[in-house]
């Protein structure tokens, strides 16, 4: 009865928001399955691909200081508005123009719209929501985003063999693009419907600043760095998805497309449960748990054992290691005050791409001059640091707050 209560003083900026992100999850969805194979198509070999994908990862970590001060200087709608047609003209622009210099400059414009919704999500999610309503909300934007990706992926893949038929394999990924560009603009009718915080208090780009230095304590510090471990093992293998199961297993891309979706509704299953997980283990645990379970069905991808077993460790692994995400937003935020939410947000963003944007140059340098599957030996390391990671600080954490409760016993004595 309490959570039904909960779900009706929910905001609607909230509901809008995730619209949005539903429509913003697609776009990227259609973008990181597409653009490494439409580039090969093209002509490009494995390092170009992966240098563009990590220039466009690098330009979302990048752009989350400006987007930061975008956010506050100019307020959210009119932020979102300029994110959402800078991912229309990059991705569409990217497949229309072949020149190398014009590919680089549009998934720079692609990023860059994209770090507008990124930067922004944890903050707009806590200043909407009250305390009890935040992990049920991080969890459904969560779930949101990951049927957004699955969408992209199974009707991506659906379109690109549908017309095959009709088109060469690049002229149909090219049509796709330009499909899922004016989708993009379609979120400016939800934004149009957002209001404004009624307390927003902008800061200038000095104070602005200033609010970096003052939360860079040594508990955000060392979660930047887990966060970015998870960032450099997720980039080298995660963005080349579709390029391995294309490439190494020699499927069709309607098979590709299936896989990937059914990998992405792991993660909707994960973000649907995870709430549940979290309230009897706690958030830490909850974390802990899902990223060790996920490294065995990681490691099952590099060995595949037919398409049936493949599926089901893509599924696993995007699951388990993906449904902790919610709980990483949520911690974050409630590690520094109110008014440094844009501040955390938009460093989260920032270690989580270019670290991301640091694994996907590595991982293309490893795919063409090692192996296909080298990058997943990799990532299984930098998981098994980062979790190791994760657990000292949440041990420092609950040591530190037993001390404190300790110490504020002694003084009420």
């Given at each position: ?73 100019i307020g959210r709608k009119k932020s979102f508005t300029l994110g959402f047609v800078c991912i229309s003209i990059g991705s569409s622009f990217l497949v229309i123009f072949k020149n190398p210099i014009i590919i680089i400059l549009m998934s720079i414009i692609n990023g860059f ?301």
């Amino acid at each position: 009865m309490e959570s039904i209560k909960n779900v009706r003083k929910i905001n609607k900026n909230i509901y809008l928001f995730l619209i949005i992100n539903l429509i913003a999850s697609f776009s990227m969805g259609i973008f990181n399955m597409f653009v490494g194979i439409y580039l090969k198509e093209v002509g490009y070999q494995e390092q170009f691909v992966g240098n563009i994908l990590s220039i466009n990862t690098f330009a979302i970590a990048i752009a989350s200081i400006p987007s930061a001060y975008l956010i506050e200087k100019i307020g959210r709608k009119k932020s979102f508005t300029l994110g959402f047609v800078c991912i229309s003209i990059g991705s569409s622009f990217l497949v229309i123009f072949k020149n190398p210099i014009i590919i680089i400059l549009m998934s720079i414009i692609n990023g860059f719209g994209m770090s507008i919704k990124s930067t922004a999500e944890g903050m707009y999610i806590v200043e909407n929501t009250c305390e009890e309503q935040r992990v049920s909300v991080f969890s459904t934007n969560f779930v949101i985003s990951n049927v957004g990706m699955m969408s992209a992926s199974f009707l991506g893949g659906v379109l690109s063999s549908y017309m095959g038929n009709y088109f060469s394999p690049k002229t149909a990924i090219m049509y796709i693009f330009i499909m899922s560009s004016i989708l993009s603009l379609i979120a400016l009718i939800p934004i149009f419907f957002m209001k404004e915080p009624k307390k927003l208090k902008s800061r200038n780009f000095k104070d602005c600043i200033k609010g970096y230095i003052s939360i860079l304590n040594k508990n955000v510090i060392s979660f930047m760095i887990y966060n970015s471990l998870i960032g450099i093992g997720a980039g080298m293998i995660v963005p080349f998805f579709s390029v391995y199961l294309k490439y190494s297993m020699n499927i069709s891309d309607g098979i590709v497309g299936s896989i990937l979706s059914i990998s992405q509704f792991g993660c909707i299953v994960g973000g649907m449960i995870i709430p549940f997980i979290s309230a009897r283990l706690g958030k830490q645990r909850s974390i802990i748990m899902c990223q060790l379970i996920s490294i065995p069905f990681l490691l099952s991808i590099a060995f595949p054992q037919g398409i049936f077993i493949i599926t089901v460790s893509f599924f696993m692994r995007n699951g388990l290691m993906n449904m902790a995400m919610p709980l990483i937003q949520n911690l974050s935020m409630e590690m520094i005050e109110d008014k440094d939410r844009t501040n955390m947000s938009s460093l989260m963003s920032l270690s989580g791409n270019i670290s991301r944007a640091i694994g996907i140059a590595i991982g293309g340098f490893l795919m063409q001059n090692v192996s296909y599957t080298a990058p997943y030996y990799f990532t299984v390391l930098f998981y098994i640091i980062a979790v190791s990671l994760f657990v000292y600080i949440y041990k420092q954490g609950a040591k530190i707050k037993k001390e404190s409760l300790c110490i504020n016993l002694i003084n009420k004595d």
